[in-house]
């Protein structure tokens, strides 16, 4: 009986001995996890903000751009924190990352289509063919631009439509902008009969072109003979005009034109056979709109 307590009392006492063993033991792994963590996760931040703060000096960063970028770096160094904390536990790191690797992989196969909308949105981003307030045109969509984000882009329509467009489907067609540059041409045509005097309208296009203001002097303006019918003589009016400009000097000149050769008693059949690369709508009036062939 003496026996069977004194095995007990010394059965006791080992365990107690390895508790406390193990308890000094894991103290410190958990003293030194809590530090890594504490440590890692300031360092996180102060990193992402320095990062923010070094992108946002960077000429043509958007800040979509700028804060994406930050979020990867912040998310990247708190992933490897939280590595460390296992190592701190004897967990084996190599694991931990290979099975993160898959993970990524398989992630990244399932959402290939939308990675392929983030790239398309970097590189958007950065290269910037078009910027917010823009007027675009590409062979599936147009309209004003109202936000650039990672996924996709938001447009206005001529007609007041709401469109998001993703960004892949931007990024891997021609993109025209009609409001990157200061300046727009524009080609009035119009067509006369051969018996009609032909000096006299092309001094009267000329006349009309220098004589409105928003028709800038320089490039100057020309008018010229397009092409010949068989009844019929083609002649251009080319001027230019500021991109904010365009859209009323444009619908402005076809009605001076008319008036013009109305008051001149031409018996021309007066037609607006205007076909400029510039057919549509400058965004730089203040209702964005794509105007039609008239």
Same mark, same amino acid.
């Given at each position: 009986?003496?026996?069977? @307590?004194a ?15 193990l ?9 030194g996890?809590v ?9 996180a931040?102060?990193?992402? #903000?320095?990062?923010y ?7 043509g ?5 700028a804060?994406?970028f930050?979020?990867?770096?912040r998310? @990247?160094l ?5 590595i ?8 084996q790191?190599?694991?931990?990352i290979? !099975?993160?690797g898959?993970?990524?992989?398989a ?9 392929q ?8 981003l ?8 823009e ?7 147009a309209?004003t631009?109202?936000?650039?984000g990672?996924?996709a882009?938001?447009?206005r329509?001529?007609?007041g439509l709401? #469109?998001?467009?993703?960004?892949s489907?931007?990024?891997n ?24 005097d ?17 028709v800038?002097?320089?490039p ?5 003979i ?14 230019? !005009? ?6 009323q ?6 009605? #001076?034109?008319k ?9 021309? @059949? ?7 690369a510039a ?10 709109e794509?105007?039609t062939?008239?």
């Amino acid at each position: 009986m003496e026996q069977q @307590a004194a095995d007990v009392l010394l059965a006791t006492r080992t365990a107690l001995s390895q508790a406390s063993a193990l308890a000094v033991q894991y103290s410190f792994s958990i003293l030194g996890a809590v530090i890594v963590l504490v440590v890692g996760w300031t360092l996180a931040g102060f990193v992402s #903000r320095w990062a923010y703060e070094g992108l946002s000096l960077i000429h043509g960063i958007d800040e979509t751009l700028a804060r994406f970028f930050t979020n990867v770096i912040r998310y @990247a160094l708190l992933i490897l924190v939280f590595i460390t904390v296992l190592g701190q536990f004897g967990v084996q790191t190599a694991s931990i990352i290979a !099975a993160l690797g898959a993970a990524g992989l398989a992630i990244g196969l399932a959402l290939q289509g939308t990675l392929q909308n983030i790239a398309a949105g970097i590189m958007l981003l950065v290269l910037r063919p078009f910027r917010v307030g823009e007027y675009i045109e590409t062979s599936s969509v147009a309209g004003t631009v109202r936000e650039i984000g990672l996924f996709a882009t938001e447009l206005r329509t001529g007609d007041g439509l709401y #469109r998001l467009a993703p960004n892949s489907t931007l990024w891997n067609t021609p993109i025209t902008n009609f409001s990157r540059e200061p300046t727009r041409q524009n080609d009035l045509k119009i067509s006369i009969s051969r018996e009609d005097d032909l000096d006299l309208a092309m001094e009267t296009l000329m006349g009309l072109a220098k004589g409105n203001p928003r028709v800038l002097p320089s490039p100057a303006p020309s008018v010229f003979i397009d092409s010949l019918g068989d009844s019929t003589i083609s002649v251009t009016l080319r001027y230019w !005009a500021k991109t904010g400009d365009w859209w009323q000097v444009s619908r402005d000149m076809v009605k #001076r034109v008319k008036l013009a050769f109305d008051d001149k008693d031409d018996p021309a @059949a007066l037609r607006d056979d205007s076909n400029s690369a510039a057919g549509k709508r400058s965004n730089g009036t203040a209702a964005a709109e794509k105007p039609t062939r008239q």
